[in-house]
């Protein structure tokens, strides 16, 4: 971090300290461009929810099997992870892909628009890849096709993991990158770095951002349930008002932020998506229910806010004559881009993409669980530009109407088969 941080203090680039991009390996990449772009739309075409990426994960593995790579079928129920040895030994670089699907309904008019349909939650729904994970699926089948050619200049070995679930499993079930581990993923052989990318709707083709240290947040879903009691809408003094309560306790939790987090250091996040109280609008009920978010970049403040949150639910409630509990469930880690890892692989990103086309870029509120995998090893996350350059109205991730443009696949299969070499091959 410190030869960055001194290059970046004298506007220099750290490309110079890097090798160019292999010709071959580029050349194989713009080969197969078409290709992969196909891939892309079968499987935008044909999504599936968390945890029930069946087709999908039968076309990976299909695709790997006849690549000559050892694969491994139904980790963390629908993942599958390919691991090609190099004809040379050395260390091992795991590379991550996410594989499912949203419950969104496509508004796009795409010639592969998607054709599918799912009951989610008890609802029936229409099934999207409105998060780009398409892109990345075909990103990381391109580069696998691209380095098993080439296996006589990989120095190690290279274990593509075909994550299911990172959009969170469904309820009472597990899922996602936690499952991935705890069922072996970063072992047998051990896994010393991770790389992993996801494609921007808002960035366009061609440019790639990245942050050190902190890059995504921390997310910690909570419910909180107040107790009250019951009255006649009529006589609030009979009772104890649950709705109230949970008015002051949203008002409190602001003040954490406002108040007592110090944002010079990260931002953070405290939102209230859904209340549940009360059947009639003349009864003061006698429970309320909460539900929430709370995004966090900082460990420390993660802590901090954590507990202040639970100390101002339960004195809040009691000061006004009832009680409070509040619950967490962490969903996702903080994205955490290790500073070593990130200043020996940006010259990489500079010389495949154009070093003006490397920007680096403030943290974001969203959250990835790739972040459990940079828990247990090294990992770097990058961001990839998939947006029309010159487009002034991009639509969001999460969206019916979220694009992304073909020609932002190529610079991905590129990146990822290059910083895999020179990482494996700096040993």
């Known amino acids: 971090m410190k030869k960055l941080h001194l290059l970046a203090l004298l506007g220099l680039s750290t490309s110079a300290f890097a090798q160019s991009p292999d010709k071959e390996l580029m050349a194989a990449a713009e080969s197969i461009e078409d290709q992969v772009i196909q891939w892309r739309h079968e499987i935008h075409q044909n999504p599936e929810l968390s945890n029930r990426e069946f087709e999908t994960a039968a076309k990976i593995a299909a695709h790997l099997k006849s690549l000559g790579i050892e694969v491994q079928t139904e980790v963390a129920k629908t993942g599958v992870v390919g691991i090609l040895k190099g004809d040379h030994p050395g260390k091992v670089v795991a590379l991550r892909a996410d594989i499912d699907a949203l419950p969104v309904t496509e508004r796009n008019d795409l010639p592969f628009k998607s054709k599918n349909t799912a009951n989610f939650l008890g609802s029936e729904t229409g099934v999207m890849h409105a998060c780009g994970h398409d892109t990345h699926v075909a990103i990381l089948m391109g580069t696998a096709e691209i380095l098993s050619k080439h296996k006589d200049k990989i120095h190690g070995t290279v274990k593509f ?38 494609i921007n709707s808002a960035t366009p083709v061609g440019q790639i951002n990245y942050k050190p240290g902190g890059t995504m947040a921390a997310v910690e879903r909570f419910v909180v349930k107040v107790k009250g009691k019951q009255t006649h809408g009529s006589q609030p003094w ?183 070499l020179d990482y494996l091959n700096a040993q």
């Open 161 to 198: 993991v075909f994550q299911p679930a990172e959009e969170g499993p469904p309820p009472g079930e597990e899922g996602g990158a936690a499952l991935m581990i705890k069922e072996g993923v970063l072992k047998n052989p051990d896994v010393d770095a991770i790389f992993g990318l996801h």
């Open 238 to 420: 009979g009772g104890v008002d649950p709705i109230y309560i949970s008015a002051k306790i949203i008002d409190g939790y602001q003040s954490i932020i406002s108040r007592e987090s110090n944002l010079l250091v990260e931002p953070a996040v405290i939102t209230v998506g859904k209340i549940t109280s009360g059947v009639r609008f003349n009864i003061i009920p006698e429970e309320a229910e909460l539900i929430g978010t709370v995004r966090t970049l900082d460990p420390d403040m993660k802590k901090l806010i954590i507990r202040r949150m639970t100390e101002m639910t339960e004195g809040l409630a009691k000061t006004y004559g009832g009680s409070a509990t509040i619950e967490f469930q962490n969903n996702t880690a903080i994205t955490y881009n290790d500073e070593e890892l990130t200043a020996q692989m940006l010259p990489t990103l500079q010389n495949v993409a154009g070093a003006e086309n490397v920007n680096l870029v403030k943290a974001t509120t969203g959250g990835e669980d790739f972040s459990f995998f940079q828990e247990k090893v090294p990992g770097f996350y990058f961001f990839l530009g998939g947006m029309t350059p010159g487009n002034t109205t991009p639509y969001p991730h999460h969206t019916p109407d979220f694009m992304i443009d073909d020609d932002g696949l190529l610079l991905g299969v590129k990146t990822m088969s290059q910083l895999t």
